[in-house]
């Protein structure tokens, strides 16, 4: 596609479920970087991959969220046992080369935790 | 700890005036600078991105780099209301894997 895409738009768990968030780069993008925005804040960095690999999770709040990238192009988020405040936007941005070159985000994913 | 500041605003100015977003951050071997538009409930989208000292313009919107003063801004001119949204400053820090450092965010609101 044209863009980043995300799915999906929206995602209402009851604390304690798993919920799994999906991201399409731009095609040939090589980087992938994964941030949290909360309400009235900027985002906030997770993860980033280079092609399969992830290079920097140093973003992930806790052991219960984890990301992969198997063949170098989608990407899932994954947080287990939800809480509350992993309430948020999740969104996922890629760009073409590792280091400057501009991230270009997709719509998000709205997560609310019941 | 690398922060990137913002006023969170709002800022209001009249249509067709200047609109100035100010923003500074703290790692001094910062090489990359962003602006990015949010509307609220949808992404941030990418307005300018800055790599040297001094002024790049693309149609209305002008970035302006300052590394001495660890200090970018960006300039709106003949703002019009549809300008109306949260203008996020991102920084790309040496040494980093790519990953961007965000400021809050400027509210900005453009009169009819």
């Known amino acids: 596609g044209a863009g980043v895409s995300q799915s999906p738009r929206y995602k209402v768990a009851k604390r304690g479920q798993d919920v799994a968030l999906r991201c399409d780069p731009i095609s040939g993008h090589v980087s992938l970087f994964w941030y949290q925005q909360a309400l009235g804040q900027g985002p906030e960095f997770l993860t980033y991959f280079q092609n399969e690999a992830q290079l920097d999770k140093s973003g992930l709040p806790s052991d219960r969220f984890f990301a992969e990238r198997p063949e170098g192009s989608v990407s899932t988020l994954k947080i287990q046992r939800t809480q509350q405040e992993d309430s948020a936007v999740y969104l996922c941005?890629?760009?073409?080369?590792?280091?400057?070159?501009?991230?270009?985000f997709g719509d998000g994913t709205r997560l609310s935790i019941l | 700890q690398k922060e990137v500041e913002q006023n969170s605003g709002p800022l209001s100015v009249p249509e067709g005036a200047i609109a100035s977003l100010n923003c500074t951050y703290s790692d001094r071997g910062s090489q990359s600078f962003f602006w990015y538009r949010q509307y609220s409930g949808k992404s941030p989208e990418l307005i300018m991105f800055i790599y040297s000292n001094g002024d790049k313009e693309d149609g209305r919107f002008t970035a302006q780099l300052n590394k001495a003063s660890q200090y970018v801004s960006l300039l709106i001119r003949d703002s019009q209301p549809s300008d109306s949204a949260t203008y996020l400053c991102a920084v790309n820090a040496k040494g980093s894997q790519g990953n961007l450092i965000f400021g809050k965010g400027t509210k900005l609101s453009v009169k009819p």
């Open positions: 941005a890629s760009s073409s080369r590792q280091v400057q070159q501009p991230q270009h």
